[in-house]
Antibody, heavy 122, light 108 residues
Framework: EVQLVESGGGLVQPGGSLRLSCVVSGFIFRDYEMNWVRQAPGKGLEWVSYISSSGGSSIYYAESLEGRFTISRDNSKNSLYLEMNSLRVEDTAVYYC??????????????WGKGTTVTVSS | DIQMTQSPSSLSASVGDRVTITCRASLSIGTYVNWYQQKVGRAPTLLIFAASSLQSGVPSRFNGTGSGTDFTLTISSLQPEDLATYYCQQTYRTRALTFGGGTKVEIK
């Protein structure tokens, strides 16, 4: 069974940092692109970041992050990470770890974790 | 970024009704559109990719059409378990993936 399990969320003060982790199982992690997607309370989905299967060739971020977040992966540990710095109240959200896949040229997000909640508040 | 505008933002329909949700892209994106379903308190799940390809395990009452800037998700016969919020997503630019604002489907 394919599983993505996020951890590392919690309550943090504005300006603080957090590191989210996602451990995966049930598929060959090193073969797949991965993403982080977030959802603020009562709001829609917002893509946060993408990383290629190797981790080194392609990394993308939502412009709204203004360079505060860093995505990474350790294929030897079947793990995806999101380092979040200079956190703001508006970063409060559920953060989902999401597996990507492709069919020919088409990209889609086919497996989602249950999410980890980040609350930024003083 | 490519903007994805969904309509309506919410709708209420009866069991058995045909339901249509639309998504308009701010520029032509071919068929690089996916649709997701999110039930309350749950993570989203993939329904349709490449505008019209049904994800494995998804009931055939879900259908996606469209290309260019206009896309449609249709539920041919609404079921109680279809109570959810539906999102479109463009993957034309993987450097800047974007979702629509969502359509909340309620059962009358």
């Amino acid at each position: 069974e394919v599983q993505l399990v996020e951890s590392g969320g919690g309550l943090v003060q504005p300006g603080g940092s957090l590191r989210l982790s996602c451990v995966v199982s049930g598929f060959i992690f090193r073969d797949y692109e991965m993403n982080w997607v977030r959802q603020a309370p009562g709001k829609g989905l917002e893509w946060v970041s993408y990383i290629s299967s190797s981790g080194g060739s392609s990394i993308y971020y939502a412009e709204s992050l203004e360079g505060r977040f860093t995505i990474s992966r350790d294929n030897s540990k079947n793990s995806l990470y999101l380092e979040m710095n200079s956190l703001r109240v508006e970063d409060t959200a559920v953060y989902y770890c999401v597996k990507g896949d492709r069919r020919q040229y088409y990209y889609y997000m086919d497996v989602w974790g249950k999410g980890t909640t980040v609350t930024v508040s003083s | 970024d490519i903007q994805m505008t969904q309509s309506p933002s919410s709708l209420s329909a009866s069991v058995g009704d045909r339901v249509t949700i639309t998504c308009r892209a701010s520029l032509s994106i071919g068929t690089y559109v996916n649709w997701y379903q999110q039930k309350v308190g749950r993570a989203p799940t993939l329904l349709i990719f490449a505008a019209s390809s049904l994800q494995s395990g998804v009931p055939s009452r879900f259908n996606g059409t469209g290309s260019g800037t206009d896309f449609t998700l249709t539920i041919s016969s609404l079921q109680p378990e279809d109570l959810a919020t539906y999102y479109c997503q463009q993957t034309y630019r993987t450097r800047a993936l974007t979702f629509g604002g969502g359509t909340k489907v309620e059962i009358k």
